[in-house]
């Protein structure tokens, strides 16, 4: 029983590689050329920069920069303001916990890329493919099929958006170390002490853990559209709530579903979505206290009950619909 | 333990009855051929036997299991083959076996990787990668090493070439001579799979218009070639069927004394072919 649902989580992981595993890995590289980039760049004197910025009438500002065609690099800006800049463990703190969640954010983007169409292929491509008789071949039930796919997608993939972001945090670190190495106002061993690097990688794994209960509402739906249609999921899932709401607004009633789908439903699937506009990963990210301070919502529970209808409906479709 | 019990089947598409009351018995190291002509109810048949779809009427035991719902009970004991050739085209043939032994007990890696080594499937090979030939090697291979008691295969020659028909019935007749398990095999083209055949069923608009046993075919069947001023003293004895061929004309009968009809003409035993075009014909 549970070697078979490993198998079968372990083929989603297979089919899906590309998005889950080389997607993020993806980012990961384009991160690090860019540093590296900029730090050779950085390194050249940029030929006399004729550089006048004079923003003092700029509202709250009396800055005046000026570089009167001196040789000057982008390494030089830096350090000039790394050597001005007051350093203590609050500021260096802040500083740092900005970047981390800062690099994380791309991260986070491409991962729910990635998942919209995983599940809204989850379900279809196999039979349009036709290869679903041969996955029916097996003695696994409908629901180990389609709960391995919501597992393998929503809980076990991010493991590897997480670990392309840590490495990614580790590199940026590394970086800032050796440009630290050269001033006298700011040593090494504060920057790594001061990371944040344990707990924001706590605060990942939290947020990646609740987020996936927090959107079953969404990704529920998805897998169902996925087993439902036999065309086009990806319009489906757009368009058939979409239409609803439409309707519902022609026929001139109160706009139930439409308060519905945007009070339970829309954007369930973004990171940076819950109702008032907060963040679940930024809002785990403030203490794990916070985390599971959303598990006792009504509102999550209200989601992962109207995920588990999407899913059953999924399950009973896989059951019974096997060909397009 | 009888391996499926089908009585007084039926199932509705819309308008088309896809299987009107159809009936089917497979013992244990039976061969059945499932035979019909195209859209005559065959595929409808193995789908529901294998849990599939949902009948609208009759009763289908398969192992004493109820398909639809004990589908993985039944997927312990049953492996089948439904559209030949068709797997996931992404899938290392490694990672494929490695994921049909994760979820199935019954399967013997070892035996899969054994019928491969004898082929020019690479295991490090993309599926996609491989003929349409060899990737029914693969589906065959995986299949057949699957400890099962009974495996179904609708059409498994399908848009195979001569040489590869050939061989797959030899690597299924040899499996079966190994391990002496029922199959349920279902073709459109009878002389294929007549040679392998201990049962054929013959199924036309969703109903089984004959079951018999290979071996009684010639008790129950006979075939006179006959002239033509013969013709009416055989068609007054109720012949199957009539055809004029090169040398006459050939009645075909059913149960009909062997020396009666000696006195009109040439008796022999009708091919599996010849009693199913009679039949067909006998509507």
């Not at chain 2, 699957?146 to 590869?164: F, K, M, Q, S, W």
Request: net charge negative; glycine share 8%; charged share 20%.
């Amino acid at each position: 029983m549970m070697s078979g649902f490993i198998g079968l989580c372990r083929r989603e992981w297979l089919e899906h590689r590309g998005g889950f595993l080389w997607a993020p890995a993806s980012v990961a590289a384009v991160i690090v050329v860019a540093v590296v980039l900029v730090l050779i760049v950085g390194e050249l004197d940029l030929a006399r920069v004729d550089l006048d910025l004079d923003i003092s009438e700029a509202p709250g500002s009396n800055t005046e920069i000026r570089i009167d065609g001196e040789d000057t690099s982008i390494r030089d800006l830096v350090d000039g303001w790394l050597a001005h800049h007051e350093w203590t463990d609050e500021t260096l703190s802040a500083h740092l916990a900005t970047l981390r969640r800062g690099v994380a954010e791309p991260f986070h983007y491409v991962y729910f890329i990635v998942l919209v169409f995983v599940l809204l292929g989850a379900l279809y491509d196999d039979r349009k493919d036709r290869t679903v008789l041969f996955w029916k071949s097996v003695p696994v039930t409908d629901t180990e099929t389609v709960l391995s796919k919501l597992v393998t997608a929503v809980w076990l993939a991010p493991a590897a958006t997480i670990a392309m972001v840590l490495a990614v945090q580790v590199f940026l670190l590394t970086v800032i170390s050796g440009l630290a190495a050269t001033h006298e106002t700011l040593s090494i061993w504060p920057i790594w002490a001061n990371s944040g690097l344990f707990i924001g990688l706590v605060e990942l794994l939290a947020g990646y853990l609740i987020q996936g209960l927090w959107a079953l509402p969404v990704t529920g739906w998805l897998l169902f559209i996925s087993a439902a249609v036999s065309r086009g999921p990806f319009l489906w899932a757009l368009f058939a709530p979409a239409a609803l709401v439409v309707l519902e607004a022609l026929v001139g009633l109160t706009p139930a579903v439409r308060d519905f789908i945007h009070d339970h439903l829309a954007f369930r699937a973004l990171p940076r979505a819950r109702p008032g506009d907060e963040d679940v990963l930024e809002h785990s990210a403030t203490g794990l206290g916070d985390s599971i301070g959303l598990l006792v919502t009504v509102d999550l529970w209200v989601g992962i009950a109207i995920g588990a209808a999407f899913l059953a409906g999924a399950v009973h479709l896989r059951r019974t619909k096997n060909e397009i | 333990m009888t391996a499926v019990v089908a009585q007084n089947l039926t199932k509705q598409f819309g308008d088309v009855r896809a299987l009107d009351g159809f009936d089917l018995t497979v013992e244990p190291g039976q061969i059945v051929g499932l035979i019909g002509p195209n859209g005559s109810g065959k595929t409808t048949a193995l789908k529901a036997i294998l849990g599939l779809s949902r009948l609208d009427g009759g009763e289908l035991e398969v192992f004493g299991l109820n398909p639809p719902n004990q589908r993985r009970d039944l997927m312990r004991r049953t492996a089948y083959i439904a559209d030949i050739g068709i797997l996931p085209r992404w899938m290392r043939i490694r990672d494929l076996l490695t994921f049909v032994a994760s979820v199935n007990p019954a399967f013997d890696r070892n035996r899969a990787e054994a019928a491969l080594a004898n082929t020019e499937i690479r295991p490090e090979k993309k599926v996609g990668t491989l003929s349409k030939g060899m990737t029914v090697q693969l589906h065959l291979a995986i299949v057949l090493a699957v400890n099962a008691e009974l495996l179904v295969l609708d059409e498994p020659t399908l848009g195979l070439d001569i040489l590869y028909r050939q061989r797959f019935y030899d690597a299924l007749l040899n499996d079966y001579l190994a391990e002496r398990r029922a199959i349920l095999v279902t073709t459109h083209e009878v002389r294929e799979i007549e040679h392998i055949l201990t049962d054929v069923v013959f199924i036309d608009r969703g109903r089984t218009r004959l079951h018999l046993g290979t071996e009684e075919l010639a008790a129950s069947f006979a075939k006179v070639l006959a002239n033509a001023e013969r013709s009416d003293a055989l068609r007054a004895m109720n012949p199957l069927s009539e055809r004029r061929s090169l040398h006459g004309l050939e009645f075909i009968f059913r149960d009909a004394s062997r020396q009666a009809l000696a006195d009109h003409g040439e008796v022999s035993t009708p091919s599996l072919a010849e009693l199913f075009t009679a039949v067909m014909e006998e509507r």
